[in-house]
């Protein structure tokens, strides 16, 4: 198994049975791995724009994978409005990161200067994972359009709630909307329109979009089986107190939607290992 979706550092917990910061390690992280049969993780990076995260930067990632080469792949980001971002970025990418993510930054998705991160991917051809949230990060579902057209060359992994509330047809002000999903949602459409566009399932957003309305679950992830990626966002925390990741909930979720083996082996490697080492 392949989870696309780690990171090391501190989290705030938003879990009412959870209080305070919850730090993991790059052990805690191999531990969680090793509990749940996750042969390789993509160890993302954030750039440090949220006061609700203390998650690992660029530098300590890349230093971090190094320590388990089999195990840990590393993504490298920096905030486009930092001084010498997209020098930075290059030199990290050269030094062994092998995908831009967490793309989280408060812009529109189409803002010249994510505009230009997504340039540097294109020239390494290594892929991008994006968290949307409305009004918020990276946002704006109706101009991802803009940015798949002008970047086909480049591999986009849409992850959070301004992604994936877009499931359904119908979508209101919830950042984790309930009921039943109305077909045909712009995530649909746009996975249908754009072969470079991949869907993680990772932390609650994707949890909440798949398990709202099981039925429609089983239907959006057969559709759709070669454009969707495990991940958990560990150490991200659930409603619950518990460590995305370890609670199993992602794992238990498509395990109990009966799901072909070859759907199911599609979502939880074939996918990533076609996006990280073809």
Not at 88 to 93: D, L
Request: with cysteine; glycine share 6%.
């Amino acid at each position: 198994m392949i989870d696309i979706h780690t990171h090391v550092g501190a989290v705030l917990s938003w879990s009412k049975y959870l209080k305070g910061w919850v730090y993991s390690s790059i052990e805690d992280l191999v531990d969680y791995m090793d509990s749940c049969n996750v042969d390789i993780a993509v160890l993302l990076a954030t750039p440090g724009i949220s006061k609700d995260y203390r998650l690992a930067t660029s530098e300590k990632v890349l230093k971090l994978a190094k320590l388990y080469p089999d195990r840990i792949v590393p993504f490298c980001v920096v905030d486009p409005r930092s001084k010498h971002a997209l020098e930075r970025m290059k030199s990290f990418i050269r030094g062994g990161c092998m995908g831009i993510g967490e793309l989280k930054v408060q812009m529109r998705i189409d803002d010249e200067r994510l505009m230009e991160v997504y340039a540097v991917a294109e020239g390494y051809d290594i892929p991008v994972l994006i968290h949307m949230e409305d009004e918020k990060y990276c946002y704006d579902i109706n101009r991802l359009e803009r940015v798949l057209k002008e970047y086909s060359n480049v591999n986009f992994i849409m992850h959070g709630p301004g992604w994936w509330k877009h499931i359904s047809a119908e979508v209101t002000d919830e950042v984790y909307p309930s009921g039943k999903v109305v077909p045909e949602g712009t995530v649909v459409r746009i996975l249908e329109k754009y072969d470079n566009v991949y869907a993680d399932i990772s932390a609650f957003s994707g949890l909440n979009a798949l398990k709202r309305d099981m039925d429609y679950a089983k239907i959006f992830l057969r559709r759709f089986s070669s454009r969707i990626l495990f991940g958990t966002d560990f150490p991200c925390i659930s409603e619950l107190g518990n460590q995305f990741g370890p609670n199993g909930d992602h794992l238990n979720l498509l395990s109990s939607l009966e799901l072909p083996v070859d759907v199911l082996d599609a979502i939880l490697h074939r996918n990533a290992e076609r996006l990280l080492f073809e």
